[in-house]
């Protein structure tokens, strides 16, 4: 089984720039697609980010080229680089991963995985 960590969350001023990692631990022998999600409190998790285990990325519309999810598979390690980060980014940041074969359209569904970190929280201030 795969456990994710997450950190790198903090605060930052409006503009800022933060970048997340996900360490993965436990099975890493298998390919996984992953992605970065956030729940902004009284809102629903959504879908950030979202990379594929062959490669192909997917973005939501909200991102506007903003960030930048990446994998480094030597160290286990998921990012998002996030730039010109705006009050409404605020939110817990989650890092999701599994090893099953799926559509890209479903990259930023929290269905599309089954394995999940604990989060980091992201605060930004106006």
């Known amino acids: 089984q795969l456990q994710l960590v997450e950190s790198g969350g903090g605060w930052v001023q409006f503009g800022g720039s933060l970048r997340l990692s996900c360490a993965a631990s436990?099975?890493?022998?298998?390919?996984?697609?992953m992605g970065w999600f956030r729940q902004a409190p009284g809102k629903e998790r959504e879908g950030v980010a979202g990379i594929d285990r062959n490669g192909p990325t997917r973005y939501a519309d909200f991102v506007e080229g903003r960030f930048t999810i990446s994998k480094d598979n030597a160290k286990n390690t998921l990012y998002l680089q996030m730039n010109i980060l705006k009050p409404e980014d605020t939110a817990m940041y989650y890092c999701?991963?599994?090893?099953?074969?799926?559509?890209?359209?479903?990259?930023?569904?929290?269905?599309?995985?089954?394995?999940w970190g604990q989060g980091t929280q992201v605060t930004v201030s106006s």
């Open positions: 436990g099975d890493t022998s298998s390919t996984y697609s």
């Open positions: 999701a991963a599994d090893p099953r074969t799926g559509s890209w359209y479903l990259l930023l569904q929290q269905s599309r995985y089954s394995i």
